[in-house]
């Protein structure tokens, strides 16, 4: 079993910049098992949007285009938190966004946080 836990959400005006982060917990074997961990977000009356995701090992990853360029994704290993750096906030990122965990030998992602509120005001 995986706990996440994200923090560091609130408000901002556009342009500005917020860091959340995510820290996993549980069983030291079950954190060892997550493979990879992403952010997504979802806004009211929209469908969870796909933000980013970083491989735990490789520490490879990719963007969803909305947020390529302005969005950093990650990792402190020692810290089992990974972070989203948003840069360049602009009002249509505001929603709830979450954490997600997927684990060796899955392919969903099967943990998620609570979710943290972003506003972004013009």
């Avoid at 549980?26 to 929209?46: C, E, H, N």
């Avoid at 360049?88 to 979710?115: I, R």
Wanted: proline residues 2%; neutral net charge.
């Amino acid at each position: 079993q995986v706990h996440l836990v994200e923090s560091g959400g609130g408000s901002v005006q556009a342009g500005g910049s917020l860091r959340l982060s995510c820290a996993a917990s549980g069983r030291t074997f079950s954190i060892l098992d997550i493979v990879a961990m992403a952010w997504f977000r979802q806004a009211p009356g929209k469908e969870r949007e796909f933000l980013a995701f970083i491989n735990l090992s490789s520490g490879s990853g990719s963007y969803g285009d909305s947020v390529k360029g302005r969005f950093t994704i990650s990792r402190d290993d020692a810290e089992n938190t990974v972070y989203l750096q948003m840069n360049s906030l602009k009002p249509e990122d505001t929603a709830v966004y979450y954490c997600a965990a997927k684990m060796t030998g899955t392919s969903v992602y099967a943990y998620w946080g609570q979710g943290t509120q972003v506003t972004v005001s013009s």
